[in-house]
């Protein structure tokens, strides 16, 4: 046991690397929520009256709503009245290409190891930079365009796509979804928007890095992506923000939408700041994530790969309307020190012969809880679903814990699902085998892990799995003795 | 190259090794034999640096270091190899990416850079055809599905692919079946030199048909209660254990 004893201390001694802050002039609204809050974001953003009642709808449901409190994680009550809901540089000048870029902000990004130069840019991949409430730039748009491919900030696309955004915001996850869908829904301030027409396939990667910068501000982005029949397209999101020690909110929603044939794969690399080793400080991340497979033969993949937050709190899911469309997910969260995750996938089979699967690695060390929670429906009308479940639970030491929430709703008696879950432990007689071929601790956590996570990490496109797998080196650093 | 002096190692509280004493030299084969519960195991896990086992009091020098300072990875880096009685399975990782980042361990630790990836295979491809296993085992994860004589088979593989001086045995041959036997018996004398010495430990007189040791041990009540050559191990494969135990009944 003295083993595991010092796993446990060594785990805390990982550090976070991007806790930096950028100094930048940034103006904020005045702190707290009310109809003036909604009305300040909106006017800020230029939006035309259509927007605005919609947020104010959703605000006003909002105030209706109670927190949710059936999840299992713990954290005191906030106070939505304590929050600045908007928060964005002073601009002094229009953003028309890459020079324009504040050079604080470009730092930021270079820093962060993204940097905003298309040159320098992995190839074949298109950025949208958001800082904390707005979109500072986005990489590549005029290729893009050419093909028809809209990639840009949502508040661009409320402007200058309005027909798009009405039809699309909101479907998927109606404002009055849930708690956090709706406070997004009144106050969101940036993300981003992804149209592909029929049947062009996105000739690169498209990512948006989120980045929260300013105190005592919370982060609400809306990510809407729409594929046209017959197009394909792969989105990646990643996250970061500064060390501090007060906890800061993130509640986005992401929409997505497939018409016939189309597809949508969706990727998360979520390193929002953790918290400290006593679990001091830290972000919320309480996520709202839908899919909809609206077409026939479409279908959506999630993948996520969950590092940080204090909190994760998410559950991105897929409405397999579409008859033959398919769904995925595929997850590995890892948690350490206090943080807390409880994050899974709901698969709601509506059409027929629709498929879904679900692959759940879950990675739990130090003082974490980390919770699987899945729900797959199948409804009346899905004759032949078929849905494949898959949780791991992997436990580092014996101070954390793992929970698997399966919830199965069959209404279709031709439908079958199958569930699978497994929980192991890197024991000492592991890490002893590892140290007796040479290995450090370290080395063979970080083996081991990889291997353990390897069906996951294949789904990301090439680039990112080789981030991912020395993201998760990074945050279980120093996990064993 | 390994000299064991009056070492007492306990486990929970519980003495196991009492003033163990051995000297193996550069080539040397050596083999342990014993009845059930009187260390033997104990003395290979303690050799390799399992941290459950605990050091009283006495001494290991190895190749003229202090080997009990040294952390198991390290032990492993400086040339001991332990063939385990239970290799464990590591899910997802394949044997060739296990090895490679073993080897690559090694390397480092002796100043060398990392093995490029076609002299990697070629070692591989010598080293299988060593214990008789296909290309395919390798791409499997580590013993994840693999019988009990391809677990052993690999160990026995590791051990090629590491070139250790010192390799360490435990009951490597028990559950194996005769072809399995001899396979293992034929990958320790092909990597039998002038360099590298055994310890092996075993029940059974059947392994020692195939790899002759240059000395038989006999081990009782935490201690080396008997020395010999092969005829030792014949003997005692003849009349059992119960000849030990007698003339050593002080000891437990």
């Known amino acids: 046991m003295a083993e595991n004893d010092k796993i446990i201390d060594e785990v805390v001694a990982n550090d976070y690397k991007y ?116 979109s500072v730039i986005t990489t590549f748009r005029e ?64 990512s948006t890095y989120f980045r929260i910068n300013a105190e005592n501000t919370g982060q609400f982005e809306r990510t809407l992506i729409i594929a046209e029949e017959g197009s394909y397209v792969s989105y990646l999101e990643g996250c970061t923000a500064p060390m501090r020690d007060e906890n800061q909110l993130h509640a986005a929603v992401v929409e997505l939408v497939t018409l016939d044939n189309a597809e949508i794969k969706y990727s998360t690399v979520q390193n929002w700041y953790p918290g400290d080793k006593e679990g001091k400080g830290g972000i919320y991340n309480f996520v709202t994530k839908r899919g909809m497979c609206k077409g026939k033969n479409s279908k959506i993949s999630w993948t996520q790969v969950e590092t940080g937050s204090a909190i994760t709190w998410k559950y991105p899911s897929c409405i397999l309307k579409g008859d033959n469309s398919i769904g995925e997910f595929y997850s590995v969260a890892v948690t350490n020190n206090y943080q807390q995750a409880d994050t899974g996938t709901k698969m709601i089979h509506i059409g027929k012969n629709t498929k879904s699967r679900i692959v759940s690695k879950g990675i739990s060390a130090g003082k974490s809880q980390n919770s699987y929670r899945g729900q797959v429906q199948v409804h009346k009308t899905a004759d032949n679903a078929y849905n494949s479940s898959q949780c791991d639970s992997l436990l580092i030491g014996d101070k954390c814990g793992a ?38 601790n370290e080395e063979a956590v970080s083996m081991i892990i990889n291997g353990y996570c390897k069906e996951v990490f294949k789904q990301l496109p090439m680039e990112f799995m080789v981030e991912a797998q020395k993201l998760l080196s990074i945050s279980l650093e120093g996990s064993v003795g | 190259m390994l000299s064991i002096k009056n070492l007492n190692v306990g486990i929970a509280e519980k003495q196991i090794l009492r003033d163990f004493n051995l000297e193996i030299k550069p080539g040397e084969i050596h083999a342990i034999m014993g009845p059930n519960g009187t260390g033997k195991s104990t003395l290979a896990s303690t050799l390799a640096g399992k941290e459950d086992y605990e050091v009283l009091s006495g001494e290991v020098s190895f190749n003229g270091k202090n080997l009990l300072e040294m952390s198991a990875d390290e032990r492993a880096r400086e040339g001991v190899f332990l063939a385990f009685q239970y290799p464990v399975e590591i899910p997802g990782v394949s044997t060739t990416n296990f090895m490679k980042a073993a080897v690559n361990a090694k390397r480092k630790h002796n100043g060398l850079e990392p093995m490029d990836a076609k002299d990697f295979l070629k ?91 240059d000395y038989v041990h006999v081990m009782y009540g935490g201690k080396i209660v008997k020395s010999g050559g092969k005829e030792l191990a014949l003997k005692l494969e003849e009349q059992g254990y119960d000849w030990i135990k007698e003339e050593n009944s002080e000891l437990v």
């Open chain 1, 403 to 440: 929970h698997t929430f399966p919830y199965l709703e069959i209404k279709n008696m031709t439908g079958k699902v199958e569930h699978e879950a497994t929980t192991s432990k890197i024991g000492e007689d592991l890490l002893f085998y590892c140290n007796q071929r040479g290995l450090t």
């Open chain 2, 123 to 213: 070692l591989m491809k010598e080293k299988l055809a060593l214990v008789e296993m296909n290309k395919e085992f390798t791409s499997r994860s580590i013993n994840e599905g693999f019988s009990g004589g391809e677990k052993k088979r690999n160990e026995i593989f590791q051990m090629a692919m590491l070139e250790p001086t010192l390799c360490l045995l435990d009951e490597t041959d028990s559950g194996l079946d005769i072809d399995a036997l001899r396979i293992v018996a034929n990958g320790v004398n092909q990597l039998k030199n002038k360099d590298r010495s055994f310890l092996i430990i075993t029940h059974y007189q059947r392994l020692l048909n195939y790899i002759v040791p």
């Open chain 1, 143 to 206: 290729s893009l365009k050419e093909k028809g491919i809209i990639f840009c900030s949502i508040s661009e696309a409320i402007r200058e796509q309005p027909e798009l955004v009405k039809q699309y915001l909101g479907s998927v996850v109606p404002q009055r979804d849930n708690y956090y869908a709706a406070l997004n829904s009144a106050v969101f301030s940036d993300g981003s928007f992804v149209f592909i027409p029929k049947g062009v396939r996105c000739p690169m990667e498209l």
């Open chain 1, 19 to 134: 806790g930096f802050t950028t100094n930048i002039e940034q103006e904020f609204a005045a702190v707290g929520l009310s109809e003036d809050t909604v009305r300040f974001i909106s006017a800020k953003k230029n939006e035309p009256e259509w927007m605005l009642e919609w947020r104010l709808k959703a605000y006003k449901a909002w105030l209706k709503m109670e927190q949710p409190k059936w999840q299992n994680v713990h954290f005191p009550n906030i106070d939505f009245q304590s929050i600045i809901y908007y928060a964005a540089q002073k601009k002094k000048k229009v953003i028309n290409s890459l020079d324009d870029v504040d050079p604080e902000i470009r730092a930021t990004y270079d820093k962060l190891g993204i940097p905003i130069q298309e040159q320098k840019l992995l190839a074949g991949v298109a950025v949208d930079y958001v800082m904390d409430s707005e």
